[in-house]
Each structure stands twice: as structure tokens, then as C-alpha cells.
């Protein structure tokens, strides 16, 4: 997989969550330049975001096992879509709150996966 094929992703996947008027950067990068499988920075009151995915050279083979990229790009989409309630949530700093944040948007984009691939009669709605 490519820059370019992430580019792909978003694109399928932005107005999908009404986010056609931001502005929408992402690429792969390094372990040395993000913390985990993926990072997003929002730029506040601008509606532009970069987000950064995890190269498939710097996963653990147990990452590849339970991860796709897309759900990935998806998982940092719906991230920018909440992007205030993420934000007022991380200022108030309680482990428990972001735990419980992380586990909804993955959820999220797990449930959107799911129903997108089942339309296409891909994988009986699993992934």
C-alpha cells in the first residue's frame, strides 16, 4: 500500500462523514514520528487535518493480525469528525475518558467497515 492509496481511502471516505469541507493531508510515517498505529493534528477553527498511519514495515506481526489500514484511516476520519468533543475530553486528562473514547471510535469504525463490506458481499460483515 501507497500515500496514494491512503489518499484513496480518504477520499471514499470523507463525505461519507460530512467532512467535504475539510482539508484532509495523510500519509505514512515511522515509528519515530508518531506514537501508535496512527496520529491525527487538527489545526483548531481551520478544518484541516494531518493524519499519519503507521507503515506496514513498523508493525508487530501481531498489529497485522488484528488491523487493516483502512480501518485505520477510517478509525482517524471519525476522529476529525469529533474532533471538539476529543479535544474538550483530552483537556480534562481522565485515563478512563480517553480509554472509554478510543474504544467508541474504533468501535465505529469497525461498524462502518463491516456495513460497507457486507454490501459489496465481501465478508459476511466481518473483519
Not at 19 to 42: C, N, P, V
Not at 55 to 84: F, K, N, T, Y
Amino acid at each position: 500500500m501507497t500515500n496514494e492509496d491512503l489518499k484513496k481511502i480518504v477520499k471514499k471516505w470523507q463525505p461519507r462523514l460530512g467532512l467535504s469541507d475539510w482539508t484532509i493531508k495523510i500519509r505514512f510515517s515511522d515509528m519515530r514520528a508518531i506514537d501508535g498505529l496512527a496520529q491525527t493534528t487538527i489545526q483548531n477553527n481551520m478544518q484541516n487535518a494531518d493524519i499519519q498511519i503507521l507503515q506496514p514495515g513498523d508493525r508487530q506481526a501481531s498489529d497485522m493480525a488484528d488491523h487493516d489500514i483502512e480501518q485505520d484511516v477510517v478509525h482517524e476520519l471519525v476522529h476529525v469528525r469529533l474532533w471538539m468533543q476529543d479535544k474538550v475530553l483530552a483537556e480534562r486528562n481522565i485515563d478512563i475518558e480517553y480509554t472509554l473514547r478510543e474504544q467508541s471510535v474504533d468501535w465505529l469504525a469497525k461498524a462502518m467497515l463491516i456495513a460497507e463490506r457486507s454490501n459489496k458481499g465481501g465478508n459476511n460483515g466481518k473483519i
